[in-house]
């Protein structure tokens, strides 16, 4: 795999300097603990919690709770919160100050799943341009001294785009970075990202570090987003499912001298089946529970393994394993000298969707204000607990 390089840039948000420009996106049900620490050995930057919901953190859900915890080895700490009212979200932001639990927080109005979205949250909440100020502004003076910043979407189609309002008025809030998601919430993940959002934002924007997400399958992805755009940094998604290691090739084509990135993998079937080993492990440590961690590794089997010489009946036992020593057993089988097979381990990973109408409240859409009966809906869309 041969990469273009970038000269090095290095990012600060607020008082961090990361070694390298890139940050791990929230995913639910995938940067929990263990992935984050994962993609760490291989590389550098900023790694991101799943989405912790700011209602479930200020009443001290257990699972919420756990999932705020991070591994003595992560520094700096990040997590994401989801909110849709001033209040609850300060309070969130002053829990997590108060108990030092994170050294950098990011605020969610990117997410484009229904769920979500019919309630007024997520990628839908910026529509409301009031309350998306008094959510940013509110948490930003609870912040303090932490590093509180803003991922979003374009908006909501393409007739209601929000991201330039959004971001004037988050860097006017005081906020040390925005990401933006190349993609409306109607596109979900289907599509093309449009870069050119990213460079129109990155013009709009002038006192803080503005990051492009959106297809980074490779490092050579990223170093053209930000040679296209003009950005500070990446976001990275889902280009790292079943490949924690793309975090070392953008160490190694982003990160300065610094960088801690190790030499280039060769990603024969072998080191593949390693890595998948050794997230297994981090799940049985992180869920403290055998069974489960081997549970919860099955969802990645077919991205670890995408493009590489592994049958479907191999694929299914992977799928069905409940131990490490099973899982073991079944990785001995490969052929771990199997050649990287190029293209057909690259590209898209993850569920794209396809384009659709945006489920959103009845009338959200009449009007950028927040009325009595939006205000209603909004009592209703934060979900129980964390995590997606």
């Not at 529509?127 to 509180?148: M, Q, T």
């Not at 499912?241 to 072998?270: K, M, Q």
């Not at 659709?356 to 909004?378: F, H, I, M, Q, V």
Request: hydrophobic share 40%; proline share 5%; glycine share 10%.
């Amino acid at each position: 795999m041969t990469l273009m390089t970038a000269p090095a840039a290095p990012l600060r948000i607020g008082p961090i300097s990361l070694d390298a420009p890139v940050v791990l996106a929230p995913m639910a049900g995938i940067t929990n603990t263990a992935f984050r620490r994962l993609c760490r050995e291989y590389g550098a930057g900023l790694y991101v919690s799943e989405m912790i919901t700011t209602r479930a953190l200020v009443e001290r859900n257990a699972t919420t709770m756990r999932l705020i915890t991070h591994h003595e080895s992560e520094t700096p700490r990040s997590i994401q919160l989801y909110g849709v009212d001033p209040k609850t979200t300060a309070e969130a932001v002053r829990i997590l100050v108060a108990e030092d639990r994170a050294d950098h927080i990011d605020l969610n109005f990117g997410c484009p799943v229904p769920k979500v979205t019919r309630k007024g949250g997520g990628s839908a909440l910026p529509w409301k341009l009031g309350l998306f100020r008094d959510i940013v502004s509110g948490a930003v003076r609870a912040a303090g001294d932490i590093p509180l910043t803003v991922k979003m979407r374009k908006g909501i189609d393409d007739e209601h785009l929000t991201y330039l309002d959004a971001a004037r008025v988050a860097e006017d809030a005081g906020v040390s970075a925005i990401a933006l998601h190349g993609r409306t919430a109607a596109q979900f993940y289907s599509g093309e990202a449009d870069w050119s959002a990213i460079a129109r934002l990155k013009e709009a924007v002038t006192t803080v570090p503005v990051l492009g997400n959106g297809d980074i399958w490779s490092a050579d992805d990223a170093v053209r987003m930000m040679a296209e755009t003009g950005c500070d940094g990446v976001v990275v998604g889902r280009g790292c499912l079943g490949r924690p290691w793309l975090f070392g090739d953008l160490a190694r084509a982003l990160g300065g001298p610094e960088s801690s990135a190790g030499e280039p993998v060769d990603a024969t079937l072998g080191f593949v089946a390693r890595a998948f080993r050794r997230h297994a492990e981090l799940l049985v440590e992180f869920f403290e529970d055998e069974d489960r961690g081997c549970r919860d590794i099955r969802k990645h089997v077919a991205w670890y393994f995408k493009g590489y010489p592994v049958g479907g009946e191999l694929r299914a036992q992977l799928a069905t394993a409940s131990s490490l020593a099973e899982i073991d057993d079944l990785l001995a089988t490969l052929d771990w000298d199997a050649p990287y097979p190029g293209a057909a381990a690259e590209g898209q990973r993850g569920r794209a969707g396809t384009p659709k109408r945006p489920a959103l409240p009845d009338g959200w859409l009449n009007s950028r204000d927040l009325g009595a009966e939006a205000s209603a809906t909004l009592a209703e869309a934060e979900l129980d607990t964390s995590g997606g």
